[in-house]
């Protein structure tokens, strides 16, 4: 990911794209468990090589991820966008029907998802640290790796794909995530200043 990242509405190039969704003004805010099983749900979004969860975050209220595709062998089959709004509306409709099962049956998303492109590792990186510190920001840790629904706090307790994901924001290798974690907390400490 060193090149520059290009629009992903090309479907030619690279790609990194903002995902976010806020709940219906009337809709509960998500407890503990409905968190974690749309934290899984975006999750299983990830497929190397087609589309990589970078980081991600979900919140009582809303939810935001970053989803890189890498540049295609060939003329892509669909756009990426395309492919990134059929696996969200999977996503939202496996968490409805989840929901739904429990008994759980109030509106649910305000609108459809939105999603923003990223054109360079600069935004890529001032992204990512807006989606790991909007816990801090909203008050509900003190420490961004403390809140276990985002992706920094699995980086930090050795998920592999989750630390791959904050080596590529920021352009490096997986295999140096030490210094990646001192890099990435240095963004987010900053993020915290401002």
């Not at 806020?22 to 934290?39: F, K, M, S, V, Y």
């Not at 966008?81 to 939202?92: D, E, F, P, R, W």
Request: hydrophobic share 40%.
């Amino acid at each position: 990911m060193a090149q520059a990242r290009t629009l992903i509405h090309s479907g030619r190039a690279s790609g990194t794209l903002l995902i976010s969704c806020r709940l219906h003004d009337d809709a509960p805010t998500l407890d503990w468990n409905e968190r974690d099983i749309l934290q899984t749900f975006i999750r299983e979004l990830h497929e190397p090589g087609v589309a990589e969860i970078l980081t991600w975050c979900v919140l009582p209220r809303a939810h935001r991820f970053l989803v890189h595709t890498p540049a295609a062998a060939g003329p892509p089959a669909d756009s990426d966008l395309t492919t990134i709004g059929a696996k969200m509306k999977i996503v939202h409709s496996r968490f409805r029907r989840w929901r739904k099962f429990h008994g759980i049956t109030a509106p649910l998303w305000k609108d459809r998802f939105k999603s923003s492109p990223l054109p360079d590792s600069g935004s890529v990186l001032a992204a990512a640290a807006s989606v790991d510190g909007m816990p801090v920001a909203l008050g509900l840790v003190d420490n961004p790796e403390d809140y276990f629904f985002c992706g920094y706090h699995h980086a930090c307790q050795g998920d592999r794909v989750a630390r791959a994901g904050i080596c590529t924001i920021l352009d490096a290798k997986p295999n140096s995530w030490a210094g990646c974690r001192r890099r990435y907390r240095r963004t987010l400490d900053k993020l915290g200043l401002d």
